[in-house]
């Protein structure tokens, strides 16, 4: 299986997934400057995407100088992530990301970003609905468990799921 990180320099750098600042202005920014190992998008509302894909999808938009480049996801339902994915897929990421560490009130109080750390059966739900919406075409699903350091006293795991 086509494994992007294994062939990645390291040690990996790159600019974490910042909402409102990783958008691709700046990621171009990132690349005209100083090419990280990896780059990511602002994450996307699952929910907002299937409500509007139109719109959503602009925040995904990227250019072939970008890559590998991870599109972030976050959300509540299983079956929003699974259809987000169906439809980004052809947009042909390196990777998605599955957010389950925002820390941000509004993201936390409808059960989604940091509210899945302490929620394991919605979680794993949420993970397996997406590897089945990727089955087809394979890119890496990353849950990723980052927090800012006021939320919990949990810094950095991430786990990558074949
Ligand atoms: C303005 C801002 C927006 C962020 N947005 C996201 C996001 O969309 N997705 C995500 O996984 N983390 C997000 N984070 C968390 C960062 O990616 C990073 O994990 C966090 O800042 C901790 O890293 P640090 O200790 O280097 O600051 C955000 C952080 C900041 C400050």
Same mark, same amino acid.
């Given at each position: 299986?086509?494994?992007?990180?294994?062939?990645?320099?390291?040690?990996?750098?790159?600019?974490?997934?910042?909402?409102?600042?990783?958008?691709?202005?700046?990621?171009?920014?990132?690349?005209?400057?100083?090419?990280?190992?990896?780059?990511?998008?602002?994450?996307?509302?699952?929910?907002?995407?299937?409500?509007?894909? @139109?719109?959503?999808?602009?925040? +995904?938009?990227?250019?072939?100088?970008?890559? /590998?480049? =991870?599109?972030?996801? $976050?959300?509540?339902?299983?079956?929003?992530?699974?259809?987000?994915?169906?439809?980004?897929?052809?947009?042909?990421?390196?990777?998605?990301?599955?957010?389950?560490?925002?820390?941000?009130?509004?993201?936390?109080?409808?059960?989604?970003?940091?509210?899945?750390?302490?929620?394991?059966?919605?979680?794993? @739900?949420?993970?397996?609905?997406? +590897?089945?919406?990727?089955?087809?075409?394979? /890119?890496? =699903?990353?849950?990723? $468990?980052?927090?800012?350091?006021?939320?919990?006293?949990?810094?950095?795991?991430?786990?990558?799921?074949?």
């Amino acid at each position: 299986m086509y494994n992007f990180w294994q062939k990645l320099k390291k040690p990996l750098v790159g600019l974490a997934p910042m909402d409102g600042v990783t958008d691709y202005p700046m990621r171009q920014i990132q690349v005209s400057v100083a090419k990280p190992n990896v780059l990511y998008t602002e994450f996307v509302s699952a929910e907002g995407f299937i409500r509007n894909s @139109k719109a959503f999808s602009q925040k +995904l938009y990227f250019q072939e100088n970008e890559r /590998p480049i =991870i599109a972030q996801i $976050f959300g509540y339902t299983p079956e929003a992530f699974a259809e987000t994915i169906n439809q980004i897929i052809e947009m042909d990421f390196d990777g998605i990301d599955l957010n389950m560490g925002c820390p941000a009130r509004k993201v936390l109080g409808k059960g989604g970003g940091g509210a899945l750390i302490g929620n394991y059966k919605l979680a794993g @739900k949420i993970i397996e609905k997406s +590897l089945e919406a990727t089955k087809a075409n394979n /890119p890496f =699903i990353m849950a990723n $468990f980052s927090c800012l350091c006021n939320f919990r006293p949990i810094n950095f795991s991430a786990v990558t799921l074949f």
